[in-house]
């Protein structure tokens, strides 16, 4: 009975093993659009959250549950805030949105709660977490890469100055997260709350 149980738990550890590697850790290719003007999600998951915002830090709340605070005056005085909740079947690495390059990279350690669990109350203030500030021909963007409670890490692929292509991977979040993108409001929107994005393909909108 011990051996048949100790086998179960073999298996079940190599299950999970596996899942990890070939299938949470998989970097499919994209067909990333070349249109000039077109900006594509950075992140695989369902797109929860758009905001306005005109203020130097927006913050969302939902449920009035908690709220996700994010520096935004950085990027534009007015614009667009969009939160990407990914789960452990999508894609967890980030890709750039647009052509441009990296001005600023902020760390911040965070205290590790949930961003799966609390994303529809937006909990994720306190999480790991980092901010990747771009600019490039049409204006600048954020990109804020917010790590869940089983994370406790985030991978940045960049350096500060460094050039990225539209649809470059930049980045990677293990396990349960969330993406959020600070738009300038020179950018007509193409998306809606609730829709799946698809990291590197799905278009958020046009520069204008």
Not at 54 to 65: F, G, Y
Not at 123 to 130: F, Y
Not at 151 to 175: D, H
Request: aromatic residues 10%; proline residues 4%; positive net charge.
């Amino acid at each position: 009975m011990i051996a048949y149980i100790l086998a179960g738990l073999v298996l079940v550890v190599l299950s999970g093993l596996l899942f990890h590697r070939y299938w949470f850790c998989r970097q499919p290719r994209r067909r990333v659009p070349r249109t000039p003007k077109s900006i594509v999600s950075p992140a695989n998951g369902r797109l929860t959250v758009i905001k306005q915002f005109s203020t130097p830090r927006t913050t969302v709340q939902k449920w009035n549950r908690g709220s996700v605070e994010v520096l935004c005056e950085d990027v534009a005085p007015r614009g667009w805030f969009l939160l990407i909740v990914m789960t452990p079947l999508n894609v967890h690495y980030q890709r750039a949105p647009s052509d441009a390059t990296l001005l600023d990279e902020r760390y911040h350690a965070g205290s590790f709660r949930n961003a799966v669990k609390n994303a529809e109350q937006l909990l994720t203030l306190g999480n790991e977490r980092n901010e990747m500030l771009f600019e490039g021909t049409y204006g600048r963007f954020k990109v804020v890469q917010i790590a869940g409670f089983l994370a406790r890490r985030i991978t940045s692929f960049l350096n500060k100055g460094q050039a990225v292509r539209k649809g470059e991977v930049i980045g990677f979040i293990n396990l349960g997260s969330q993406v959020a993108v600070v738009l300038p409001e020179n950018v007509e929107l193409a998306v809606r709350e609730g829709e799946t994005l698809i990291d590197g393909e799905s278009i958020l909108g046009v520069w204008t």
